[in-house]
């Protein structure tokens, strides 16, 4: 939610960058965060010029166009996802106090905001937005005139003294050409360190075109950035240290590289995913080498229970690696939407392991589940796509998925490689547990091995679904069922065409037809079907196959993903696409990806912009 991006730099460097160029160009890498409004702030000529818009940041880019900022050194852009206050050109961000002359821009949620307004309004100050970022703006701007004395750095420590919530706050002051203040809680900030030139962004795409040394920052951080120095404190103003890195994907993978959108280009990079995410994860003897894993085998082997704790797409994840897991390492393990785990009073303890799963590392609700696990004892182990994010910063062991940076709002390529890291977990603590014999871990990894080529099989056919998904652009709805692992894939075919194509769409355990959904039915009606193998699970094929004979006898258009050679489902389908032949437990990471392809088709012969849908944001930095 919220993009931040600020630049400090020098006209005397080699390369000298106007200010503009920079956060307009890490605003367009992380426009992906929110598209509600854009805004910048430079100081140039001993004053603050900004400019806001709302929509997405090419309305903000028509504006500049239209009135030009003067060129500057120093700014801070922001591309919003409207929380408090509705998506307009007065809500967006910068927000500006002390008469104009400091600018603020903002992440988060200030939770006791109403309360600093009042106390403000009363001493006389007035407010133009009905943002809570403008009452921090205006915190800070008395701040800085009266108990500060002029410290920018210093009034940043004492208005965050006085928040509530979760909240990145960039400031610049006419006064401070050359510096941008930070601070984060509970909401994401890295740095980025250049030559004769500092950084600061939401993640490292805000910077990437510039440099890839960047610097993690911890939980309740001040940053002040100039040209060439910067200095980190705790929110007391203690000296503080973050964790340099550096940045292992290069600006062209964040391109769209020729695909018409970026989740196309990322449907398209699932078998680099897949192959990247196993890649160096065991030896030639089939031996699993996670030593990234900051949890000691000798803990590991003694968990009881496995909770999985995640969100949207990432939970459906877990849902696959619930069945693999259990199958191959005998340990129960739960899946939990992290927003419903903390407010039931969840029981897990030091024998508990906790596995969060996030793209983005960031989501508010799993960042607050994983803390709320670890107050209670349990082991936290982050399955992630994000360097220097904070949930695995924050977890006691990391697990990152090498999907690549995943800028379509809807997720895909992060989902496969999320998947294959738990099928990696899952043959670890099989190996240190003793629950398969090192011959059948092997084989299940030479079979995982194989899965790249699979899903490059089924990209080269795509046009084989990409057709369907055309003529079928003015359906209403669309009805996805499965059964075992099967089943989150029918919920996640259905989730990537309702937040992409805005259809009515729900996926369903096959099995759970009769007891309701089947009522739903009536003539042709779309039911995606995903059948399982028929070499599978005793029956398992066979009660799905009567599934689809019984939505087809009350009218459904019946559409199937099966198995190669699985000629039983023909004679009661309108469309079959076949997936190569694969054990029953890999499947879904064939069987999602001619879901994938069939709502990012259907969505564009729609019209509709399916990297950046409507109302949703990548990262979902609120509660
Ligand atoms: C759906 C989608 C979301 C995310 C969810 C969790 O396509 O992208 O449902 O999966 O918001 O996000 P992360 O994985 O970043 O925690």
């Known amino acids: 939610m919220c993009g931040i991006v600020g630049y400090a730099g020098t006209s005397s460097r080699v390369v000298d960058h106007d200010a503009l160029d920079v956060l307009i160009e890490g605003l367009r890498r992380l426009e992906y965060r929110g598209y509600d409004s854009a805004g910048v702030a430079v100081v140039a000529d001993g004053a ?44 967006a961000h910068p927000h500006l106090a002390d008469g104009g002359k400091l600018a603020m821009i903002h992440n988060g949620i200030i939770e006791n905001f109403a309360g600093i307004k009042a106390e403000l309004v009363a001493e006389g100050a007035t407010f133009l937005s009905e943002t809570d970022t403008e009452v921090a703006a205006a915190l800070l701007g008395k701040l800085y005139t009266t108990e500060a004395a002029g410290d920018l750095t210093l009034a940043m420590q004492l208005a965050v003294a006085r928040l509530e919530g979760a909240f990145t706050l960039l400031a610049v002051h006419e006064d401070h050409p050359g510096v941008v203040v930070a601070a984060r809680r509970n909401s994401p900030l890295v740095l980025g360190l250049g030559d004769g030139e500092n950084f600061l962004g939401s993640d490292v795409s805000g910077f990437i075109d510039f440099t890839r040394r960047a610097v993690e920052l911890g939980q309740d951080q001040i940053v002040t950035i100039t040209p060439d120095t910067h200095t980190i404190t705790d929110f007391q103003g203690n000296p503080a240290e973050g964790k340099e890195f550096t940045v292992d994907w290069d600006a062209a993978s964040a391109e769209k590289g020729g695909f018409a959108s970026f989740m196309e280009k990322e449907i398209y990079d699932q078998p680099a995913a897949v192959a990247d995410t196993l890649l160096g994860r065991s030896d030639a003897n089939g031996r699993l080498t996670l030593d990234e894993l900051r949890i000691s085998p000798e803990e590991l082997a003694k968990i009881s229970k496995i909770v999985v704790l995640a969100c949207g797409t990432s939970a459906y994840a877990g849902s696959v690696a619930k069945y693999a897991i259990e199958s191959w390492c ?7 939407l992290s927003h419903e785990f903390r407010y039931r009073e969840p029981i897990v303890d030091e024998n508990t392991l906790i596995v969060s799963i996030s793209q983005s590392g960031e989501t508010m609700d799993t960042l607050m589940a994983v803390r709320y696990a670890k107050e209670q004892g349990a082991k936290t182990l982050s399955i992630c796509n994000t360097n220097g994010s904070t949930i695995p910063r924050e977890s006691d062991a990391a697990l990152y998925t090498h999907a690549g940076p995943e800028i379509a709002v809807a997720s895909t390529k992060a989902f496969l490689a999320q998947i294959t ?22 084989d299940i990894l030479a079979d995982l091995g194989k899965i790249p080529a699979k899903i490059q099989d089924i990209l080269d056919r795509g046009e084989e679904i990409k057709s369907v998904a055309r003529k079928m652009a003015q359906v209403p709805s669309v009805l996805f069922l499965g059964r075992h692992v099967g089943y989150p894939v029918a919920m996640e075919g259905a989730l990537k065409l309702k937040e992409i194509a805005y259809i009515h769409a729900e996926g369903f355990a096959a099995g ?12 042709d009606q779309p039911v995606f079907v995903v059948v399982p193998s028929p070499r599978g699970r005793d029956s398992l094929h066979s009660k799905v196959v009567s599934n689809i004979q019984e939505v087809r006898a009350r009218g459904a258009n019946t559409l199937v993903i099966a198995e190669s050679g699985d000629e039983d489902v023909r004679a009661y389908a309108e469309f079959v696409f076949y997936v190569p032949e694969t054990p029953t437990l890999l499947m879904p990471l064939l069987t999602t990806v001619p879901l994938q392809l069939f709502a990012c088709e259907l969505a564009s012969a729609k019209g509709y912009d399916v990297d950046q849908p409507r109302n949703l944001a990548k990262s979902v930095t609120v509660e």
Do not use: C
């Open 48 to 91: 603050i010029h900004s400019r806001k818009k709302a929509g997405k940041l090419a309305n903000l880019e028509n504006e500049i166009a239209e009135a030009p900022l003067p060129k500057s050194m120093t700014g801070i852009g922001h591309t919003r996802w409207a929380t408090h206050g509705g998506p307009s050109d007065g809500n």
């Open 330 to 336: 005998r340990i129960p393990v739960e899946v939990e």
């Open 421 to 442: 890291a738990t099928y990696l977990l899952g043959l670890y603590l099989a190996q240190l547990r003793g629950n398969l014999f090192q011959g059948q871990i092997k």
């Open 512 to 523: 759970e037809l009769k007891h309701g959904p089947i009522a739903l039915i009536e003539q």
